[in-house]
């Protein structure tokens, strides 16, 4: 079945360090991206997404590209902040079923110190 | 504005009891679904609903019941509360294509004790 895998955490980066956190997936079809965040005791939000291959998804100064060859999507961003502490979900949808049915990574926790 | 809503947000409970978790959503979304959120286990998928009448098992559904019986609602049933079901659980909608964004509760965390 489809599959989401994260690289483990937790991840301690100083402020305005370069934030790289790796995510593959396995799936048949051609499946949506997704990377959601969760900030201390809310549930989630959507930080981006992307539908098909190469597209780039981006929102608050992150970034993740849909690389269907090495079937990853990778988020990253250029200079974290302390706001950015959080834990990162990495997610999928619609690839053995066309239906919004979402499969998550493990999750991946973010801390930022000043 | 349309939300998505858990209740209660907080529960303890013992072990053998019935548990039901509510959860609306405004949205008018056709998907449903619960996750619960273990450390080191990510967001599992408990059961989930694609419109009204409509259930599905997820990987960790035994336990757990759900039934949608109109579009706004899909209370999730703990049949008789195990130890092993404590977690937090989290309620999400959708509108119903692969694309579309999933929309959260702000979760509830049951303690069996």
């Known amino acids: 079945g489809d599959s989401v895998t994260q690289m483990e955490g937790p991840v301690t980066l100083s402020e305005e360090a370069f934030l790289t956190i790796n995510c593959t997936y396995t799936?048949?079809?051609?499946?949506?991206l997704f990377w959601y965040v969760q900030y201390p005791g809310e549930g989630l939000q959507l930080l981006l997404k992307?539908?098909?291959?190469?597209d780039k998804g981006s929102n608050k100064g992150f970034e993740a590209t849909y690389r269907k060859e090495t079937t990853s999507f990778h988020l990253e961003k250029g200079s974290v902040q302390v706001s950015d502490s959080a834990v990162y979900f990495c997610?999928?949808?619609?690839?053995?079923?066309?239906?919004?049915?979402?499969?998550f990574g493990q999750g991946t926790t973010l801390q930022v110190k000043p | 504005d349309a939300e998505i809503t858990q209740s209660p947000r907080h529960k303890i409970t013992e072990t053998g009891r019935q548990v039901t978790l509510a959860c609306h959503q405004t949205?008018?979304?056709?998907?449903m679904f619960w996750y619960r959120q273990d450390l080191g286990h990510g967001l599992r998928l408990i059961h989930y609903?694609?419109?009204?009448?409509?259930?599905n098992k997820g990987e960790v559904s035994d336990g757990y019941s759900v039934s949608r019986s109109n579009t706004e609602d899909l209370p999730l049933t703990l049949e008789s509360a195990a130890s092993s079901q404590t977690s937090v659980y989290f309620c999400?909608?959708?509108?119903?294509?692969?694309?579309?964004?999933?929309?959260f509760g702000q979760g509830t965390r049951l303690t069996v004790v």
């Open positions: 799936a048949t079809g051609y499946p949506s």
């Open positions: 609903s694609y419109g009204v009448q409509d259930t």
């Open positions: 999400a909608s959708s509108s119903g294509t692969a694309v579309a964004e999933a929309f």
């Open positions: 997610a999928l949808s619609g690839g053995s079923s066309n239906t919004g049915k979402l499969i």
């Open positions: 949205w008018n979304h056709n998907n």
């Open positions: 992307a539908t098909k291959a190469d």
